[in-house]
């Protein structure tokens, strides 16, 4: 019989039954009549479906109502994720620029690192000061004075667990030296002109803002958005990178899903289905107030906004995880806590009877796992581009990563190429293969069978 691991896999992890508070947004019931979801609508740039120069064509028409629901002046339909938003975003504000220093966050994700290898980016890391937390403004601001070579700002915002920053005077301080600010806005697409939600980085006056739709809203997976809001930056600059790194053979299912998104996002009622989300959640974080959930312990610290669409419960994973298991599929698991996304497609009452059965711990004294700090010895592209041996992790310390080390999710490069290998990156990285086996991109099965291995620069 011809074995197909994959479908059977899928196959089986759906025949489970279980809550699926992870992405897509759609959550197996999109909101609206799937009249395109068909084989026939499979199809590429054929005939009239092709794109045109003078941008009349059904692909721009659609992406110009896109953009006029997010009020930007350009918006561009992904098929590959945030990921080419975020690529696409970055190298063209520096190309635009011609800088080639970025100033961004430590804890960005793994899409950022690709652009900072394709255009030889140097990076001014800003570690957050708090797990969980973007880098607070002040500090992103006195990076982004300490060069005169910045060729653009790169913000993460919201984290994973859905907390914003207040990046408006970054913005601002950014802005006043003509440099262009891109957010990767990836996990915030649901946001925009949404009361109860953070303020979107489009409202806040940032120049470029990805958008990842399949991850919140009920997009396909695979789905994103760039969107162009700016004075310092060309839409032909971006169209570059865009064909440069773009597949030449887009997929009309997924971009008719976005095409169904754009015409939800002109329908009140959709608002209206966020709304009720928000305020839901309101009630159950007063309802739960007796667990540790991030998300309404942050709200209201000074400089924050949350994203009530993100759930984190905080505590010992091993307590939590087989919990919430036996009720559905979490979004992400890490050392320190287990995060859901919830969206207005899925019954909040599943979570409510899942809470209900967590255990309740003082976590007083609760240190967590912070992203460690690391020393930059090469640029990320140097790095790569250099000769390497693979070595034992037991072997690894004080030698210089070649390749970005990667717990996914969240896609957050704990080693990045070219960083020193440190003892306490080793312990950190030992923590949470404890809890999430095989899962670290970068780490290699050991011949001896003793653990991980990697490669690094000799
Ligand atoms: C913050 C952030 N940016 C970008 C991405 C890339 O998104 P995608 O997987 O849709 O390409 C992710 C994915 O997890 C993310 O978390």
């Known amino acids: 019989m011809n074995e197909r691991p994959l479908i059977e896999a899928l196959n089986a992890h759906r025949s489970g039954l279980r809550q699926q508070w992870h992405t897509p947004g759609h959550g197996e019931h999109p909101p609206f009549v799937d009249d395109w979801l068909r084989w026939g609508a499979d199809l590429t740039e054929i005939g009239n479906l092709a794109p045109r120069n003078d941008r009349d064509d059904p692909i721009h028409r659609s992406e110009q109502r896109m953009a006029e629901s997010f009020g930007v002046t350009q918006s561009w339909y992904s098929v590959q994720g945030a990921s080419l938003p975020v ?33 030889g980016l140097d990076p001014i890391w800003v570690y957050p000061r708090q797990q969980y937390r973007g880098a607070i403004a002040n500090d992103v601001v006195r990076a982004i004075h300490s060069s005169p070579e910045v060729g653009a700002v790169v913000l993460t915002r919201p984290t994973y667990e859905g907390i914003a920053e207040d990046i408006a005077p970054v913005i601002s301080a950014a802005h006043h030296r003509h440099i262009p600010v891109v957010v990767d806005e990836a996990h915030g697409t649901h946001w925009y002109g949404r009361a109860g939600y953070p303020t979107s980085a489009i409202a806040l006056g940032a120049d470029l803002i990805a958008h990842g739709t399949h991850k919140t809203e009920p997009t396909l997976t695979q789905t994103g958005l760039l969107h162009l809001h ?23 299912l997924l971009l008719a899903s976005l095409d169904a998104y754009q015409a939800l996002r002109h329908d009140s009622l959709w608002m209206t289905r966020w709304r009720e989300l928000g305020e839901a959640v309101q009630v159950l974080w007063q309802e739960f107030s007796y667990l540790n959930l991030l998300q309404p312990h942050l709200r209201g610290a000074a400089g924050v906004e949350v994203d009530p669409a993100k759930l984190t ?51 007083a004294l609760w240190q967590g796992h912070p992203l460690p700090r690391s020393v930059q010895r090469l640029s990320p592209r140097a790095a790569i581009l250099r000769s390497a041996e693979r070595v034992s992790m037991r072997e690894a310390e004080g030698r210089i990563a070649r390749e970005p080390l990667v717990p996914y999710p969240p896609g957050i490069p704990v080693v990045q190429p070219g960083e020193v290998m440190s003892r306490d990156v080793l312990e950190w990285l030992a923590v949470w293969q404890d809890i999430n086996p095989g899962s670290v991109e970068g780490i290699y099965p050991d011949p001896d069978g003793q653990g991980g291995s990697i490669w690094v620069v000799t």
């Open 87 to 119: 690529m696409a975003g970055i190298l063209a504000a520096t190309t635009a620029i011609g800088k080639n220093r970025i100033v961004l966050e430590r804890t960005s994700h793994r899409s950022v690192l690709a652009a900072m290898v394709i255009g």
């Open 313 to 363: 419960v905080v505590g010992q994973a091993q307590d939590l995880v087989p919990k919430i298991l036996s009720w559905g599929w979490p979004e992400k698991v890490d050392p320190d806590g287990v995060t859901l996304i919830l969206s207005p497609e899925r019954p909040l009452a599943m979570v409510k009877s899942m809470l209900s059965t967590l255990p309740v711990k003082d976590l």
């Open 230 to 252: 700016s004075d310092l930056i060309p839409a032909a600059a971006v169209d570059v990178w865009w064909r440069l790194l773009g597949t030449s053979s887009p997929s009309y």
